[in-house]
């Protein structure tokens, strides 16, 4: 699902798109016997890797990228702690009701996540951890209508954290328009290089 003003921009930027709540795609999304049994109807359906191959077949999409296309983030050649201050637990709060945090563990060197005081955990039992945390600050304006729909601006600059290993330093971003990706900068200008593995991507209202 979405809102409709998303569907109209997906439609008018001509992006690349799944959906199985208004596509007819086979052999792609289907609702998960589990999460049937163990959350609210509207989370629970979901793709596979598989499924996603068959979704691409189907709809004949590219599986090569742009000529041309540059990877809007650089990686250090090996893992390292961004030269700044310590970040050993990472408090986000979304709203009144949604305050995960992330709590840094030294042995694994990655950030564990928590949502209402426990730990998240996928179905498996694993609990989601990721090696880097990226915070960046957008304009957000709304509500827009009773669905309590907000806009949040993801175009032109701002700033925000990258933390990683331990640590967290200030950066800043540019993205000039809706289909180009994002910049990252050091505090000095410099393109910032962040560590190899998974990264948790947090979008805040600049006023917080």
């Known amino acids: 699902g979405g809102s409709e003003k998303a569907?109209?921009?997906?439609?008018?930027?001509?992006?690349d798109n799944f959906d199985g709540v208004r596509m007819s795609i086979p052999n792609s999304f289907f609702r998960d016997p589990w999460r049937l049994n163990n959350m609210a109807y509207e989370h629970t359906l979901v793709i596979t890797g598989e499924g996603i191959k068959n979704a691409i077949a189907y709809r004949n999409k590219r599986t090569e990228l742009n000529a041309g296309f540059n990877n809007p983030f650089s990686f250090e050649p090996e893992q390292k702690a961004p030269e700044?201050?310590?970040?050993?637990?990472v408090y986000l709060p979304f709203s009144y009701y949604q305050k995960p945090y992330m709590k840094?563990?030294?042995?694994?060197?990655?950030?564990?996540?928590w949502q209402y005081d426990i730990p998240h955990?996928?179905?498996t039992g694993e609990q989601l951890e990721f090696?880097?945390?990226?915070?960046?600050?957008?304009?957000?304006?709304?509500p827009l209508d009773a669905?309590?729909?907000?806009?949040?601006?993801?175009?032109g600059t701002g700033y925000g954290y990258y933390i990683s290993n331990g640590k967290y330093v200030d950066i800043k971003y540019e993205k000039a328009d809706g289909d180009t990706p994002i910049k990252l900068y050091n505090k000095d200008g410099t393109p910032l290089k962040i560590n190899t593995?998974?990264?948790?991507?947090?979008?805040?209202?600049?006023a917080n």
């Open 104 to 113: 840094y563990n030294e042995q694994t060197k990655t950030y564990q996540r």
């Open 7 to 15: 569907y109209s921009e997906i439609a008018e930027r001509k992006i």
């Open 84 to 89: 700044g201050k310590d970040a050993k637990c």
């Open 197 to 206: 593995g998974k990264t948790y991507v947090a979008i805040f209202d600049s």
């Open 121 to 123: 955990a996928d179905k």
């Open 131 to 142: 090696t880097n945390i990226l915070v960046l600050f957008c304009y957000h304006s709304g």
């Open 147 to 155: 669905y309590n729909r907000i806009e949040v601006n993801l175009t």
